[in-house]
């Protein structure tokens, strides 16, 4: 059977990308799991559309040829019941537009637009096939809602240019507006346009307020809608909306930050205090409607408290060269926790309180401060207004900015300053305490979550969630589950973080699910397994205090603000709350989201490698593994740290573990050079030289690995990374690396065998496999892979040649046979029969020419 299905429960993109596939593939029946979503139902039943589909509990298919995937690349997300019929001979064929890592036998088309379907249309545009306007017009609702009307991030103009195509052929416009979710009549669309033609913008004493104005014969119905609609889809702070009647100027205003008082302008219908207001003018122009409402802008504006109003003055600094004990010694005394570091009268980065005391407590009292503070600070001019404050101060998540004022700091505002002023992103910062573990970004993503988890994840989050408010626990998922959720990858490290007792938690579950417990009371944390080999590990938000560099923490509770700055970098520091009244609300206190869509790695704070300096290699395993950048200052303490033999204080196991965990990485040989370049593959390798030799051959082993492993096993990978690195150590150094990572005793012997195998490979130049084979005693993959690397891509299709004959070859006569049948005796001369039997085998004897072969040998022994 051939089938054309999607992913569990199709939307509306999969439902139509499936029906075009199969103008595509007529041969192909259409087969879904799961429901299909009410609105695309209801689409359904309103159109005349000619479509045969089935669901997969109406089918018996016991074998499938051929499978047409739509809208995943990821064969995991299919009904199950296929699935588990896909054979080696189903040809598979996928259709994608998410980003996505694709193994390298995948057919199919992949592409980074907005909608699967418009990936499908443009196919079907190429090939010229038709389409009716019911189709045209499912297309394109399809395009609509999966690109969010076009202003989804994901949206490219080749979406654009598929949905106007799909309407010259006959899609229906009235029809999109009801099945997009974007209600709005053709008249209500017109009237958005014409705004959009009649917007500008305007400074009001530096803040930004838009003003669009159009035209019409009078109030049409619905007018908020259409503001509603331009203000989302503009996605400004402050709007103005002046519509000009032939009787009256009509006024809605619109600001996300300011109380606007409105009360002194005429006509005002309905007074939301700035969130929403409606009024008039009577006998006047726009131009005088315009300027009227900029005044009373100003009037709001000024009441606004200025940066200068709230700073604080003067600002007591430190210098450069000053000790980090001296420092911490004035923070205690004056409880100032930020202070700037000055350099030759010039600001080169402010000094925090808990990297301070992180330095003193890491035996790092008599560093200068300008090694440990922070060299990234945020600036501003005394008249700005609290809000541009607030804005830079969450955007760049810092606790302070520097007042400057003609190059002179005059002043400093921290974040409590922030939270103390009656101005504030009330949305953003909590103005109701001073504790800054309340200040955080907040984003509702549980649409995402349902969109990008499988069903049964999801399901198993939200009953978390229901866990943590049954016990009035506040209930996270954390880690790299939300980064990836993010980035729109798949994965199951299920870390789950609550703020109260963890085991608790974990022993309340159990009442409801059938899974064993593991405690890990140290930590504060247990592993929850389900029979279905689901793992989840719930921990109690807690912090870790280092008492030394580089040894394993010691935790105690904490908040979930604590609980995420103690991880790594920021990308893996963001948490999703799952409690049944916020579930899906993506937390992020560090400018962790900011980071992710720049593609930014980041440290948390200065002294992030010294605490734990296998966050080296982590850093450039997650640099290379999502195409990332370390940012430039997280690049310098991670050079100093390697340099300054932190990791030398690491033990060998945790070390061998993340250098493991980077092999297998998709592209190990970019990090192994990364990590060239700060200096650490020699910290990690005695003596060792990352030289274009080196680099060559490591080049070498990654290419032909996987297809060597198919004819003589899997490698040690680690183990022949270090046969590389180390082929030009002593013994000595080898001796260290044995020691220091817990490799075999005879890893030397193996190492200088090796060494000595290869050398008279490439000395010797073999052409024939026996050639090969007398050269070569092993067959241990480590040393294969070793030897193969030092080949260029002639002999190593030789060589490659050679292991396949030698994995393919079995001799049928044996020393027995010699012995009974050719009459030898039991000796040397045995051995060596059989050596020169399998040598010639291996250049192509034919097994039913062994006893010939054997003959015309003991009579060519004869005759000696």
Same mark, same amino acid.
Not at 482 to 492: A, I
């Given at each position: 059977?051939?089938?054309?299905?999607?992913?569990?429960?199709?939307?509306?993109?999969?439902?139509?990308?499936?029906?075009?596939?199969?103008?595509?593939?007529?041969?192909?029946?259409?087969?879904?799991?799961?429901?299909?979503?009410?609105?695309? %139902?209801?689409?359904?039943?309103?159109?005349?559309?000619?479509?045969?589909?089935?669901?997969?509990?109406?089918?018996?298919? =016991?074998?499938?040829?051929?499978?047409?995937?739509? *809208?995943?690349?990821?064969?995991?997300?299919?009904?199950?019941?296929?699935?588990?019929?896909?054979?080696?001979?189903? !040809?598979?064929?996928?259709?994608?537009?998410?980003?996505?890592?694709?193994?390298?036998?995948?057919?199919?088309?992949?592409?980074?637009?907005?909608?699967?379907?418009?990936?499908?249309?443009?196919?079907?545009?190429?090939?010229?096939?038709?389409?009716?306007?019911?189709?045209?017009?499912?297309?394109?609702?399809?395009?609509?809602?999966?690109?969010?009307?076009?202003?989804?991030?994901?949206?490219?103009?080749?979406?654009?240019?598929?949905?106007?195509?799909?309407?010259?052929?006959?899609?229906?416009?009235?029809?999109?507006?009801?099945?997009?979710?974007?209600?709005?009549?053709?008249?209500?669309?017109?009237?958005?346009?014409?705004?959009?033609?009649?917007?500008?913008?305007?400074?009001?004493?530096?803040?930004?307020?838009?003003?669009?104005?159009?035209?019409?014969?009078?109030?049409?119905?619905?007018?908020?809608?259409?503001?509603?609609k331009l203000w989302s889809f503009l996605g400004v702070e402050n709007l103005v909306v002046l519509l000009e009647t032939k009787s009256r100027v009509y006024f809605t205003m619109r600001s996300r930050y300011m109380s606007l008082d409105t009360a002194k302008l005429e006509g005002v219908l309905r007074n939301g205090g700035g969130s929403y207001t409606l009024g008039y003018f009577e006998a006047c122009s726009v131009e005088d409607a315009e300027e009227r409402i900029i005044r009373n802008f100003e009037?709001?504006?000024?009441?606004?408290?200025?940066?200068?109003?709230?700073?604080?003055?003067?600002?007591?600094?430190?210098?450069?060269?000053?000790?980090?004990?001296?420092?911490?010694? &004035?923070?205690?005394?004056?409880?100032?926790?930020?202070?700037?570091?000055?350099?030759?009268?010039?600001?080169?980065?402010?000094? %925090?309180?808990?990297?301070?005391?992180?330095?003193?407590?890491?035996?790092?009292?008599?560093?200068?401060?300008?090694?440990?503070?922070?060299?990234?600070?945020?600036?501003?001019?005394?008249?700005?207004?609290?809000?541009?404050?607030?804005?830079?101060?969450?955007?760049?998540?810092?606790?302070?900015?520097?007042?400057?004022?003609?190059?002179?700091?005059?002043?400093?505002?921290?974040?409590?300053?922030?939270?103390?002023?009656?101005?504030?992103? %009330?949305? /953003?910062?909590?103005?109701?305490?001073?504790?800054?573990?309340?200040?955080?970004?907040?984003?509702?993503? !549980?649409?995402?979550? !349902?969109?990008?988890?499988?069903?049964?994840?999801?399901?198993?989050?939200?009953?978390?969630?229901?866990?943590?408010?049954?016990?009035?626990?506040?209930?996270?998922?954390?880690?790299?589950?939300?980064?990836?959720?993010?980035?729109?990858?798949?994965?199951?490290?299920?870390?789950?973080?609550?703020?109260?007792?963890?085991?608790?938690?974990?022993?309340?579950?159990?009442?409801?699910?059938?899974?064993?417990?593991?405690?890990?009371?140290?930590?504060?944390?247990? =592993?929850?397994?389900?029979?279905?080999?689901?793992?989840? #590990?719930?921990?109690?938000?807690?912090?870790?205090?280092?008492?030394?560099?580089?040894?394993?923490?010691?935790?105690?509770?904490?908040?979930?603000?604590?609980?995420?700055?103690?991880?790594?970098?920021?990308?893996?520091?963001?948490?999703? %709350?799952?409690?049944? !009244?916020?579930?899906?609300?993506?937390?992020?206190?560090?400018?962790?989201?900011?980071?992710?869509?720049?593609?930014?790695?980041?440290?948390?704070?200065?002294?992030?490698?010294?605490?734990?300096?296998?966050? &080296?290699?982590?850093?450039?395993?997650?640099?290379?593994?999502?195409?990332?950048?370390?940012?430039?200052?997280?690049?310098?303490?991670?050079?100093?740290?390697?340099?300054?033999?932190?990791?030398?204080?690491?033990?060998?196991?945790?070390?061998? *573990?993340?250098?493991?965990?980077?092999?297998?990485?998709?592209?190990?040989?970019?990090?192994?050079?990364?990590?060239?370049?700060?200096?650490?593959?020699?910290?990690?390798?005695?003596?060792?030289?990352?030289?274009?030799?080196?680099?060559?051959?490591?080049?070498?082993?990654?290419?032909?690995? #996987?297809?060597?492993?198919?004819?003589?096993?899997? #490698?040690?990978?680690?183990?022949?990374?270090?046969?590389?690195?180390?082929?030009?150590? #002593?013994?000595?150094?080898?001796?260290?690396? /044995?020691?220091?990572?817990?490799?075999?005793?005879?890893?030397?012997?193996?190492?200088?065998?090796?060494?000595?195998?290869?050398?008279?490979?490439?000395?010797?130049?073999?052409?024939?496999?026996?050639?090969?084979?007398?050269?070569?005693?092993?067959?241990?993959?480590?040393?294969?892979?070793?030897?193969?690397?030092?080949?260029?891509?002639?002999?190593?299709?030789?060589?490659?040649?050679?292991?396949?004959?030698?994995?393919?070859?079995?001799?049928?006569?044996?020393?027995?046979?010699?012995?009974?049948?050719?009459?030898?005796?039991?000796?040397?001369?045995?051995?060596?029969?059989?050596?020169?039997?399998?040598?010639?085998?291996?250049?192509?004897?034919?097994?039913?020419?062994?006893?010939?072969?054997?003959?015309?040998?003991?009579?060519?022994?004869?005759?000696?």
């Amino acid at each position: 059977m051939k089938v054309i299905t999607t992913h569990r429960n199709p939307d509306f993109d999969a439902f139509a990308s499936a029906v075009a596939a199969q103008k595509l593939y007529p041969d192909h029946i259409i087969v879904f799991g799961g429901q299909l979503v009410p609105a695309l %139902k209801s689409f359904l039943s309103s159109k005349s559309l000619l479509l045969s589909f089935y669901y997969i509990n109406e089918l018996k298919i =016991s074998d499938l040829s051929s499978v047409v995937i739509v *809208d995943t690349s990821d064969i995991k997300r299919i009904p199950s019941s296929l699935q588990r019929i896909i054979g080696k001979n189903t !040809e598979l064929r996928f259709f994608d537009h998410h980003r996505t890592s694709l193994s390298g036998n995948q057919i199919g088309v992949f592409r980074e637009l907005g909608s699967c379907t418009t990936l499908l249309c443009n196919q079907l545009r190429k090939k010229k096939k038709e389409i009716s306007r019911n189709e045209a017009t499912l297309f394109a609702t399809a395009i609509y809602r999966e690109t969010g009307n076009f202003t989804h991030a994901s949206t490219k103009a080749q979406d654009l240019r598929t949905a106007a195509w799909l309407i010259d052929i006959g899609a229906q416009p009235d029809d999109l507006g009801v099945y997009s979710g974007y209600r709005l009549s053709s008249a209500q669309q017109r009237l958005v346009e014409s705004l959009i033609l009649g917007l500008k913008s305007k400074l009001v004493r530096g803040v930004e307020v838009n003003i669009a104005t159009a035209k019409r014969d009078s109030l049409p119905g619905g007018f908020s809608l259409v503001v509603e609609k331009l203000w989302s889809f503009l996605g400004v702070e402050n709007l103005v909306v002046l519509l000009e009647t032939k009787s009256r100027v009509y006024f809605t205003m619109r600001s996300r930050y300011m109380s606007l008082d409105t009360a002194k302008l005429e006509g005002v219908l309905r007074n939301g205090g700035g969130s929403y207001t409606l009024g008039y003018f009577e006998a006047c122009s726009v131009e005088d409607a315009e300027e009227r409402i900029i005044r009373n802008f100003e009037d709001n504006i000024d009441r606004l408290i200025k940066v200068r109003e709230i700073m604080s003055s003067p600002v007591r600094t430190v210098l450069a060269e000053m000790k980090v004990e001296d420092v911490f010694k &004035i923070m205690h005394r004056t409880g100032h926790h930020t202070l700037p570091v000055v350099d030759h009268e010039k600001i080169v980065g402010v000094s %925090k309180y808990r990297n301070v005391e992180k330095a003193v407590r890491h035996g790092l009292a008599t560093r200068r401060i300008i090694e440990v503070m922070d060299r990234f600070f945020v600036t501003a001019s005394a008249d700005d207004s609290v809000q541009s404050a607030t804005d830079k101060m969450v955007e760049n998540d810092t606790t302070a900015i520097l007042i400057i004022d003609n190059g002179i700091l005059i002043g400093i505002v921290t974040r409590t300053d922030l939270l103390k002023s009656a101005f504030g992103r %009330k949305r /953003i910062i909590d103005p109701g305490g001073n504790d800054s573990d309340q200040s955080y970004s907040k984003f509702p993503i !549980e649409d995402l979550i !349902e969109e990008r988890v499988e069903k049964r994840i999801v399901t198993m989050l939200r009953f978390l969630g229901a866990v943590g408010s049954e016990l009035n626990m506040p209930t996270y998922i954390v880690g790299g589950f939300v980064r990836d959720l993010l980035l729109n990858k798949q994965n199951l490290d299920l870390d789950v973080v609550v703020e109260g007792n963890a085991n608790a938690f974990a022993e309340t579950f159990k009442k409801y699910f059938n899974i064993k417990i593991v405690e890990h009371r140290e930590f504060l944390a247990s =592993s929850m397994f389900f029979n279905d080999g689901l793992r989840i #590990d719930v921990a109690t938000a807690r912090t870790e205090y280092y008492k030394k560099p580089a040894m394993l923490p010691e935790v105690e509770m904490s908040t979930i603000k604590k609980d995420l700055y103690r991880r790594d970098f920021s990308i893996n520091a963001m948490a999703v %709350k799952l409690n049944q !009244e916020e579930f899906g609300i993506l937390i992020d206190f560090f400018g962790s989201r900011r980071d992710l869509s720049k593609g930014v790695i980041r440290a948390l704070h200065p002294l992030s490698f010294i605490e734990d300096p296998t966050r &080296i290699l982590r850093a450039v395993r997650f640099e290379q593994r999502f195409g990332f950048e370390i940012e430039v200052r997280t690049a310098e303490l991670l050079k100093q740290c390697a340099a300054e033999g932190y990791l030398d204080r690491v033990t060998g196991q945790r070390l061998r *573990d993340e250098l493991i965990k980077t092999l297998y990485e998709p592209l190990p040989l970019k990090a192994l050079r990364r990590l060239s370049g700060f200096g650490v593959t020699e910290k990690l390798f005695p003596q060792s030289k990352f030289d274009r030799e080196t680099d060559i051959m490591l080049y070498r082993y990654f290419c032909r690995r #996987d297809r060597n492993a198919s004819i003589i096993g899997e #490698d040690k990978i680690f183990y022949t990374l270090l046969m590389i690195m180390l082929r030009n150590s #002593d013994n000595e150094a080898v001796e260290w690396c /044995i020691e220091r990572y817990g490799l075999t005793r005879n890893f030397l012997d193996r190492l200088t065998d090796a060494i000595d195998t290869a050398g008279r490979i490439v000395n010797e130049k073999p052409k024939t496999p026996s050639q090969f084979h007398v050269l070569l005693r092993t067959r241990k993959p480590e040393t294969l892979n070793f030897i193969d690397s030092h080949l260029d891509n002639d002999y190593d299709l030789l060589f490659f040649s050679y292991l396949k004959r030698l994995s393919e070859t079995r001799l049928t006569i044996d020393g027995n046979a010699l012995i009974e049948k050719y009459g030898m005796k039991e000796g040397p001369e045995i051995r060596e029969a059989l050596d020169r039997l399998f040598c010639a085998r291996l250049d192509g004897l034919a097994e039913e020419e062994e006893d010939e072969f054997v003959r015309k040998y003991l009579k060519g022994r004869g005759s000696k």
